[in-house]
């Protein structure tokens, strides 16, 4: 069968080892929609299988390897012992693994619990150098003040942050006693991971925070919270009744206002939010938001020094969901974040709650409407021009006043 005028034209293309005949050709095609076709579904089963496995074979092989270094003495930590040995802390799952970061679900004592480290291996850690040679001749009289010193050090390369003595309390490492090499290797093997620091520095002052439980080696354990994915409708995993999730909705909504506000305003320095998606922060049972991912968390001085670099246009002065502008006089980024946490909380979350009808019909539409044009002002607040400093904040209380209405009608809808 000879091809038509058009096709002609196409097959000629075919080099000379392929016998291009037309159904070949579409075989062919088939052959390949097939596997394309095979592996888009392999891909949306097991996600992980491009990226790193995150299998429990491998799971139960780094917490091994663990328990291996601390029977040896290399490291310590609270919880080695229940790990290692008294069998309270259990593997369950594998969470996560990314180029690198290691979380894992597990059950302590009764309680679902997160560990979390940034890399698998304990010595992948920078050994705590010059003490480690003093602990190798003298033993554990390295001086108090001295072994301060390099703690604050840790910490400023950490966070960017010169923290008083005091502040480092959570920190202060309980050197004394057996084991002394082990618990300065472990403490350094924590100190070189920036969300272990940081949230251990907001242990007593955070409610936006998980606590760190406790630790083993590199790993640190914090309690295991309802994590948020996109795929849920209210993208924190709720249930009940419609009014019901209209009522959870509005209360995660004002507990992100007041991380927003606390964030901002209650530490010496703000704390900037740079990943800002729904599986980054958890709920509690009272809906407390936390945000469980603080890898992209910088204080104020860190922030600066991210954003500030080289930049020939804005689009270089970009980082996740952080952003400064170029000045185009010196070719640099503005040290300065331009965006806030709000509007990138207004663009990523409440967007997709309240663009729609919240809870069906529960609510007045009145007051949806209202809603939806603040949290349009909020994440876009560069269209209403003119006052761009204060706008932020008169649209945070506008939020936060038209969200207590929210649950005051659907208060009053109850009785
Ligand atoms: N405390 C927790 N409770 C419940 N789930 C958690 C907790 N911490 C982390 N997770 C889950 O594990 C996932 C990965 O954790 P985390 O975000 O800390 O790792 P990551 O490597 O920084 O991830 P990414 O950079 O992709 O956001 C989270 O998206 C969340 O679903
Ligand atoms: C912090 O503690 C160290 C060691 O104890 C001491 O030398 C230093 O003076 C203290 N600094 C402040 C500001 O208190
Ligand atoms: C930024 O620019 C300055 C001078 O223009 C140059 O000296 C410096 O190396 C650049 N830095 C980076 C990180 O490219």
């Given at each position: ?27 062919c ?28 074979e ?5 917490l ?5 270094d ?11 012992e229940?790990l ?14 990314e ?25 992948s ?11 190798g ?78 630790s083993c ?11 948020g ?8 995993p ?13 209360d ?21 939010l740079?990943d800002?998606k ?8 009272d ?6 991912d ?6 104020e ?21 952080c ?8 070719n ?6 331009e ?20 809870g ?21 607040p ?27 009608e ?6």
């Amino acid at each position: 069968m000879a091809p038509a005028a058009g096709e002609r034209g196409r097959l000629r293309r075919c080099g000379r080892r392929w016998r291009c005949g037309r159904g070949a050709l579409i075989a062919c095609a088939a052959w390949t929609a097939g596997w394309v076709l095979a592996a888009a579904l392999l891909l949306r089963a097991h996600p992980g299988v491009l990226s790193e496995r995150c299998t429990d074979e491998k799971s139960r092989r780094i917490l091994a390897a663990l328990c291996r270094d601390y029977q040896g003495g290399v490291l310590v930590g609270d919880l080695c012992e229940d790990l290692c040995a008294a069998g309270q802390l259990r593997y369950r799952r594998c969470l996560h693994y990314e180029r690198g970061k290691k979380v894992l679900q597990a059950d302590w004592r009764g309680r679902p619990v997160v560990l979390k480290s940034k890399e698998e291996a304990f010595s992948s850690f920078r050994p705590p150098g010059l003490l480690e040679d003093q602990a190798g001749k003298g033993g554990p009289d390295v001086p108090e003040a001295e072994l301060l010193l390099l703690v604050a050090g840790e910490v400023r390369n950490a966070l960017g942050l010169e923290l008083s003595n005091r502040s480092l309390g959570p920190l202060w490492p309980r050197l004394r006693g057996p084991r002394w090499r082990g618990r300065l290797a472990s403490l350094w093997s924590l100190l070189q991971q920036e969300e272990f620091v940081l949230l251990s520095l907001l242990q007593d002052l955070s409610r936006h925070a998980p606590p760190v439980l406790g630790s083993c080696g590199h790993f640190y354990a914090v309690e295991y919270l309802a994590a948020g994915s996109p795929h849920h409708s209210a993208l924190f995993p709720l249930g009940g009744t419609s009014r019901g999730q209209a009522r959870a909705v509005s209360d995660m909504a004002l507990s992100f206002l007041d991380l927003v506000r606390h964030f901002d305003n209650d530490f010496s320095h703000r704390l900037h939010l740079c990943d800002v998606k729904p599986e980054n922060f958890a709920i509690r049972r009272d809906f407390t938001v936390v945000a469980i991912d603080m890898d992209m968390a910088f204080f104020e001085p860190k922030m600066r020094e991210i954003l500030e670099q080289n930049c020939t246009g804005d689009e270089d002065c970009n980082f996740f969901d952080c952003f400064s502008k170029c000045d185009l006089r010196v070719n640099k980024c503005g040290a300065q974040r331009e965006n806030s946490n709000l509007q990138v909380i207004c663009d990523k979350i409440f967007r997709h709650w309240f663009s729609s009808a919240l809870g069906g019909s529960t609510i007045s539409l009145g007051l949806q409407l209202q809603l939806r044009e603040a949290v349009q002002e909020c994440a876009d607040p560069g269209h209403p021009a003119g006052h761009p400093q204060s706008a932020p904040l008169n649209v945070f209380w506008k939020l936060q006043h038209l969200l207590q209405a929210t649950l005051r009608e659907l208060q009053e809808a109850d009785h």
